[in-house]
Nanobody
Framework: QVHVVESGGGLVQAGGSLRLSCAAS????????MGWFRQAPGKEREFVAT????????YYGDSVKGRFTISRDNAKNTLYLQMNSLKPEDTAVYYC?????????????????WGQGTQVTVSS
């Protein structure tokens, strides 16, 4: 069983930055692809970014390209999301997720393990 716990959310003004962290643990974590998703009130969960184990393959959602950066430190079993130039429309609960297998994916249903989420609020 893989466990993931997000941290780093908060309130920030538009144009500001935040860095989210996701601490992962579990016997099957080695070489798992991981991702970040977000969900705003009344909306479906949205893909933000995904990364493979080595960091050599990364994909971003269109709405965050050029502003967000996903990375991971496998020695620390930690996933990161650096968010710059934040906009009010980035306001959501952000979720970290891990999937079985090495291939990164933008599809919610391909991820087996989810954190509880961390709130990010961007004020205008």
């Amino acid at each position: 069983q893989v466990h993931v716990v997000e941290s780093g959310g908060g309130l920030v003004q538009a144009g500001g930055s935040l860095r989210l962290s996701c601490a992962a643990s579990g016997p099957t974590l080695a070489r798992n692809a991981m991702g970040w998703f977000r969900q705003a009130p009344g909306k479906e969960r949205e893909f933000v970014a995904t990364i493979n184990w080595s960091g050599s393959t990364i994909y971003y959602g269109d709405s965050v390209k050029g502003r967000f950066t996903i990375s991971r430190d496998n020695a620390k079993n930690t996933l990161y999301l650096q968010m710059n130039s934040l906009k009010p429309e980035d306001t959501a609960v952000y979720y970290c997720a891990a999937k079985i297998g090495m291939v990164p994916s933008s599809q919610v249903l391909e991820y087996e393990y989810w954190g509880q989420g961390t709130q990010v609020t961007v004020s205008s």
